[in-house]
């Protein structure tokens, strides 16, 4: 009998304890199938052998009937004795080549995975699929650590590409986060997470169908958005002579709308930001509270993390403010501030980065130097002196944002002498700016505000966006440094505020110092 042929999309893992009162273990079973759900693991930790047998035998005429196949989990005898698809182990179960003696070559055989050398063990040993885990925190393990989008794309990318093993990510998978562990679990490895395994986001739901649906719409969407990347066709990419022509009619577009974005900002530099918003012609809400982040979200058209001031109570509205701003599909601008400078602001953005998606990152070259590391790219790495780069800083600046673009899937801005942008395919340097900016206290956060405010208005291309977010703060700083008035750092803050307002959309355009870059 040949082995069973399986889509691993959507692979729900049952859990007795967690299902819904409302209906039986059956009914989730066939309701979440309904949905569409792909694979069945029945796992039961707590029932007898003679117990777990019946039970599967019942689960099996369910899933036998929408044609879906089922696996046991822990219990090869189980599953002989039903004759299921197949069976799932754990690393402290059978091994997998004693697993797969006894289950004979027709049959599905996975395990979990939660390290890179797990992964190709189970590669050698004959395994179908890897369970990639734990992704997140979850109700059914108290994991030791979680991997995060991150860690699982680093199990991936021991998986040689024309490696037949499939993968599943599980662990905390849920709806709103399903399309972005799918989307980041692409890399230059040229693979993408086969499916998704769910427990708690189907069993104990409301409704097991529709959040199937919503499951399987999610992951697809992500793995779509996952093959475009690998295929350098995420968007139909304009030359940067368009991008350029663009920035006057999006900062009058700007202005005409007032587009609202949500700040969780430092305390520093809070006051600066919002006035830098509001000159550019946005509208500015200061708002570090877990607790409205869900509605803000709604009303909102873009959203600043900066991570300048950590509070706790900071950081838990920031990964609530993104999650939902990810839901909404609202941008969000990360502002890394420090990042490499404490243990502390290293794990703070590592956990940021892996709550959420992230579409444009701006920081300084010690900030975007800490990113590399925590995302695995092979790059320099920068000192950093509290909120300061130390250092001349990376020999090939452009090649370090394209490279960290690429792999997160994102633009990222590298803020500097020269400010460096990419999107992983189109790399610019923008020349302009005043070196009075980095004499104040916040010119790099008012950037990121003015960045936020144009990817409201640029929603389907945010390389534009951060461009013309940086360069209309840089052009203001040229203005306010060549007043009468303006004696030094004192004076151009003022100064500064006022050229930002002052800017006409079409200088955008004409005083532009912008050098596109070539790399391989």
Do not use: W
């Amino acid at each position: 009998m040949p082995k069973p042929v399986v889509d691993y999309s959507l692979y729900l893992v049952t859990d007795s304890g967690l299902n819904n009162p409302s209906r039986t273990l059956l009914q989730s079973v066939e309701d979440s199938i309904k949905g569409g759900v792909t694979l069945v693991q029945l796992r039961e930790k707590e029932l007898d052998t003679e117990a777990f047998i019946e039970l599967a035998k019942k689960v099996h005429e369910v899933t036998k009937k929408y044609n879906v196949p089922l696996l046991i989990n822990d219990n090869i005898e189980v599953a002989l004795a039903i004759d299921a698809e197949g069976a799932h182990v754990g690393q402290d179960d059978i091994s997998c080549v004693e697993a797969r003696k006894l289950l004979g070559n027709d049959k599905i055989l996975g395990i979990s995975t939660g390290t890179p050398e797990e992964a190709k063990k189970a590669l050698a040993d004959g395994a179908d699929y890897i369970g990639i885990g734990t992704c997140f925190m979850t109700q059914t393990k108290s994991p030791k650590r979680t991997l995060g989008p991150i860690g699982v794309r680093t199990i991936l990318e021991v998986i040689p590409k024309e490696s037949e093993l499939k993968t599943v990510v599980i662990g905390g998978i849920k709806h709103d986060n399903t399309r972005r562990v799918v989307e980041h679990s692409a890399g230059s490895h040229g693979r993408i997470v086969d499916g998704v395994a769910v427990v708690t986001g189907i069993v104990s739901a409301s409704d097991a169908k529709i959040a199937s649906e919503q499951l399987l719409r999610e992951f697809r969407i992500g793995y779509e958005n996952a093959s475009k990347h690998i295929q350098g066709q995420c968007q139909a990419r304009e030359s940067v002579e368009n991008v350029l022509k663009s920035f006057p009619p999006l900062l009058s577009t700007l202005r005409e709308k007032s587009p609202l974005t949500h700040h969780i900002s430092n305390y520093v530099v809070m006051n600066d930001t919002a006035n830098a918003t509001l000159a550019l012609g946005g509208s500015p809400i200061m708002a570090p509270s877990a607790v409205e982040a869900e509605d803000l979200s709604k009303v909102v058209s873009s959203v600043v993390l900066n991570i300048g001031t950590l509070t706790e109570s900071f950081v838990e509205c920031m990964i609530e403010a993104g999650k939902h701003a990810n839901v909404q599909s609202k941008p969000v601008i990360f502002d890394p501030v420090g990042a490499g400078a404490t243990t502390l602001r290293e794990n703070t953005t590592r956990r940021i980065l892996n709550s959420m998606h992230v579409d444009i990152i701006k920081g300084n070259a010690g900030e975007i130097s800490t990113i590399a590391k925590i995302v695995g790219c092979d790059t320099e790495s920068i000192a950093m002196r509290g909120v300061d780069s130390l250092g001349s800083g990376f020999s090939n600046p452009a090649a370090v944002v394209q490279a960290v673009a690429k792999r997160e899937k994102c633009v990222v801005a590298m803020t500097g002498v020269i400010d460096y942008v990419s999107d992983g395919v189109r790399t610019v340097a923008i020349k302009n700016g005043h070196s009075y900016q980095g004499r104040i206290t916040g010119s790099g956060c008012m950037i990121a505000s003015s960045i936020a405010s144009f990817a409201a208005i640029s929603p389907n291309d945010h390389f534009a966006a951060a461009v013309a977010g940086i360069l209309a703060l840089n052009l203001a700083g040229e203005h306010a440094a060549r007043r009468d008035d303006v004696r030094g750092p004192g004076t151009f803050r003022a100064a500064f505020i006022d050229e930002i307002a002052n800017l006409v959309p079409e200088q955008m355009l004409t005083e532009a110092k912008i050098e596109t870059i070539q790399l391989n």
